[in-house]
């Protein structure tokens, strides 16, 4: 069976515009241009995509870009910041597909008259730092940078996407993959199945987090800013997230945590997930994966080895009333929500805060429908039928005040 989703398709010789590097093979794949080191070596691929136009700040829009990205490729575990060098933006990214193999991914951004022309090239762990051909793909990125080569496309028709084939794979434009690199909502947790929280808390501080030394080199650890929430469910389950999205190696959940299903033992069996017991004094916290914690009751508060946990207020039933804008800069269209207190709402390209239309396409740039705050998210519920759980975070604990909402980290301030 085929699920239908209308989307632009391309149909310009892509691959003609540019020859690959000596030896390489290049084939146009949709709207990209993919590219084959040659088999005789170490394999890599490169991709080309189609400019993107930034929206606000260019560094940071290609920073959440390049992990929306990754993160339809496979289950992310660390990125880089976003680095700069003559003028291209750089970020490397790991990410584990479904077989387990972790994968590096160096994604490229340079300027061009329309746009951030972005380049991203895989590199499987066979390949080491020191191999001719990463080089070469580098290289090759450099002088597509330096000569502002622009993946130019034409839109003339239009075509539906497809869900798996016989064989289980997807069509995408990188070829046919095991892996949807679609983004999909997921499900909120009916109410039947819903475990409330008995307790949420929050630590600030530094821990140890994986990082990259550059393009190219392989994931080490040192220390980073944390910001980690503590979620003790009231069947026993505990969950240690993170609370913002920097930290790739963490559990950050941009759904926030109305999809998150503690009731089904197979959901939970893994990380970041364990088992909690309180004696009256202490929490004491059996992790599935990793030493066990015990932390101290200290007031409202829980002490732990270097760690002061404080009480944290996810939103809850909140009912706003009002417009809120993430603004941008001259010349670019800002984002928008009207929220009201009847549970009713108004989005206006909202679908950013959720990777947009190209990792996002089942989000409506535009829609309208109903909405529900609940264990730290904002619940869309659009009147064709479309649910996404967003991530919510609110300067006041009371919604009624709320002058900025973070959604999965996009502040919407309140215009009125």
Known sequence: ??????????????????????????????????????????????????????????????????????????????ATEVMEKDGILIRV???????????????????VPRGLEIVFITIPPSVTDQEPVLETANTYVQDLAAKKFVLEVTAVAQTPVQTPNERGQYITP??????????????????????????????????????????????????????????????????????????????????????????????????????????????????????????????DSLQGKGEQWKPFHLPEGDRLEGTFVRKMEAGLKSQAIVLRKDGTFIGDGVNVTMGGSIVNPAFPERGAGTYEVHKGSIILFFSNGFTQSIAC?????????????????????RVR
């Open 1 to 78: 069976m085929f699920r239908y989703l209308w989307i632009v398709i391309l149909v310009l010789p892509l691959q003609a515009q540019v020859a690959p590097p000596a030896g390489w093979s290049s084939q146009n794949l949709g709207n990209a241009i993919v590219m084959k080191s040659p088999a005789a070596g170490p394999h890599i691929g490169l991709a080309i995509l189609p400019p993107g136009r930034p929206i606000g700040e260019t560094k940071s829009w290609f920073g959440k870009q390049v992990l929306a990205m990754a993160q339809g490729m496979g289950r992310t575990l660390g």
């Open 93 to 111: 990214v790991q990410a584990e597909n479904q077989n387990k193999v972790a994968m590096r991914e160096v994604y490229y951004g340079y300027p």
């Open 174 to 299: 990188l070829g046919r993959t095991d892996i949807d690199l679609t983004y999909h909502a997921k499900a909120v947790i009916p109410k039947e199945r819903d475990v409330p929280l008995r307790g949420v808390y929050l630590f600030v501080g530094f821990g140890f987090g994986a990082s990259y030394g550059g393009v190219g080199t392989t994931m080490t650890l040192g220390q980073q800013m944390k910001q980690q929430l503590l979620l003790l469910f009231e069947n026993g389950v505990a969950a240690k997230t993170d609370l913002r999205g920097g930290n790739l190696a963490g559990k950050y959940q941009a759904e926030g945590f109305a999809t998150m299903d503690v009731a089904d033992p197979r959901a939970v069996s893994g990380s970041p997930f364990g088992h909690w017991a309180d004696d009256g004094n202490t929490v004491h916290i059996q992790w599935n994966i990793g030493a066990p914690t015990d932390l101290v009751k200290d007031g």
């Open 393 to 413: 975070v609110l300067d006041k604990p009371n919604g009624v005040d709320a002058k900025t909402v973070l959604l999965n980290g996009f502040p919407f301030e």
